[in-house]
Every structure is written in C-alpha cells, then in structure tokens.
C-alpha cells in the first residue's frame, strides 16, 4: 500500500486538528445556534425567559466596520479600533464575559477548533471584561493565537455595532468575518444568549473570504489510497 500526496496531506490535516484538541479543555455538549437575531436598538435577544433590549447602530452583512475604541491587554492598554486590521481577513468572536462557560468554550473552540485557519486569518475576542480579566483568562487556558480586546470603557464597540445588551452592561454573542476591506461579509447574532454560535460555519465564510481551501472531511480522508 503505497501512500500518496492526498494520503499525506490527510494525516498532516488529522494530525493538526489532533494537536488542537488535547488543550486539557473540557468541552460541554452546548446548544449550537443556526438562528440570527437583528442588531441594534429596538431589536432583542433571550435570556433565560427574558428579551433583553439591544442597543446602537445595527450592523449587517455588507456594512462596513465602525471605528469604535476597544483596549488591549496590559502592559499596553492601547485605545485601538478594528477599522485598523484593514487588509487583513478576521474573524471577531463577540462575547458577553469570559468568566461564564459558554464563553469560555466559544473562546476555546476559536482557538482550537479553526483547523489551522489562524495561520492566515487573524483571530479576535472582543468582551466587555476588563482587559486584567481578559490576560488572566487567556494565560490560565493557555490561548496565545487569538487577539483579546476590551469593550469595558464605555461599551462604545457594542453601541457602534448595535450589539450592546444596556441592562446588563454585556454584548449579545455574535461573531463576525470581517474582510480585507473592513467589510462584514458574514455575521451571527446569537438570538438566545446562552447557546453557542455556529462557530464552523464562520470558519466556512473566513475559508472562502480569504480564498482559502476548504479542510477535508473524515469522509476523504482514505482518498488516495491504493491497495
């Protein structure tokens, strides 16, 4: 059984996707969103049996990003704006606080579970923890490929974008591929806060904006053989 350039690339796939998953996180077996919620004032999402009013400028797909300030992580505690990554690819993972699990696990499969995706698309956090909490989070689950920036000064990310949750001073769980342009070519609105998004069909619309190939499926990973 001769092994092939296929066979190769598939046990090269299998075994980064591999590495990705031994991090010692625990993942749960959490709702996947497929739904969408609408963006800005006057629209909701749910909490429990709560609809909890958004507030801002709604965002959708083919806008363009908002220059809103969000802080980095100490020691820098820089005011930067996502309008500043124009020409490179991203993916923004928008969540309410690290400090709950569904976050955390929307963080971690960000990190992990992308296929080595970050090589050539820039990975982004954005939450309103403060930017301590957020370095703390990221050393204690040992994330150094994804980029972690602060909404906690004012929210003024979350209200240029429509996304902020005022009663409870959080961001509704959205993520969103953003292109070279600053152009939003894919987005989720969570509807219920408390599901994960459908974090495998942004890396999908990252693939294909950034023109990459799409990973290969267990199902062709015996494709060139030959026996």
Same mark, same amino acid.
């Given at each position: 059984?001769?092994?092939?350039?296929?066979?190769?690339?598939?046990?090269?796939?299998?075994?980064?996707?591999?590495?990705?998953?031994?991090?010692?996180?625990?993942?749960?077996?959490?709702?996947?969103?497929?739904?969408?919620?609408?963006?800005?004032? =006057? /629209?909701?999402? &749910?909490?429990?049996? $709560?609809?909890?009013?958004?507030?801002? @400028?709604?965002?959708?797909?083919?806008? +363009?990003?908002?220059?809103?300030?969000?802080?980095?992580?100490?020691?820098?505690?820089?005011?930067?704006?996502?309008?500043? =990554? /124009?020409?490179? &690819?991203?993916?923004? $993972?928008?969540?309410?606080?690290?400090? @709950?699990?569904?976050?955390?696990?929307? +963080?971690?499969?960000?990190?992990?579970?992308?296929?080595?995706?970050?090589?050539?698309?820039?990975?982004?956090?954005?939450?309103?923890?403060?930017?301590?909490?957020?370095?703390?989070?990221?050393?204690?689950?040992?994330?150094?490929?994804?980029?972690?920036?602060?909404?906690?000064?004012?929210?003024?990310?979350?209200?240029?974008?429509?996304?902020?949750?005022?009663?409870?001073?959080?961001?509704?769980?959205?993520?969103?591929?953003?292109?070279?342009?600053?152009?939003?070519?894919?987005?989720?609105?969570?509807?219920?806060?408390?599901?994960?998004?459908?974090?495998?069909?942004?890396?999908?619309?990252?693939?294909?904006?950034?023109?990459?190939?799409?990973?290969?499926?267990?199902?062709?990973?015996?494709?060139?053989?030959?026996?």
């Amino acid at each position: 059984m001769k092994p092939t350039s296929s066979m190769t690339l598939a046990f090269t796939v299998f075994f980064l996707t591999g590495c990705a998953a031994t991090s010692g996180f625990t993942y749960k077996d959490f709702k996947v969103s497929k739904g969408n919620a609408e963006a800005g004032t =006057g /629209k909701t999402v &749910v909490f429990g049996s $709560s609809h909890l009013q958004l507030e801002g @400028t709604p965002i959708k797909m083919g806008d +363009t990003l908002r220059d809103a300030k969000l802080t980095t992580m100490p020691p820098g505690f820089k005011l930067v704006s996502l309008t500043e =990554g /124009k020409g490179k &690819v991203r993916i923004v $993972s928008i969540v309410p606080s690290l400090d @709950t699990k569904v976050c955390e696990q929307q +963080t971690h499969y960000l990190s992990e579970k992308n296929r080595g995706l970050d090589r050539d698309v820039q990975l982004i956090t954005v939450s309103v923890d403060t930017p301590f909490a957020q370095k703390r989070f990221a050393e204690e689950a040992n994330i150094r490929n994804v980029t972690f920036l602060s909404d906690y000064r004012g929210g003024d990310f979350g209200r240029a974008h429509g996304l902020l949750v005022p009663d409870l001073h959080l961001l509704a769980r959205s993520v969103m591929v953003v292109d070279k342009d600053n152009v939003v070519r894919y987005l989720q609105v969570v509807p219920e806060l408390a599901s994960m998004p459908d974090m495998e069909r942004a890396f999908e619309e990252a693939r294909k904006v950034a023109g990459l190939p799409q990973p290969m499926t267990s199902s062709s990973m015996g494709a060139g053989w030959s026996y």
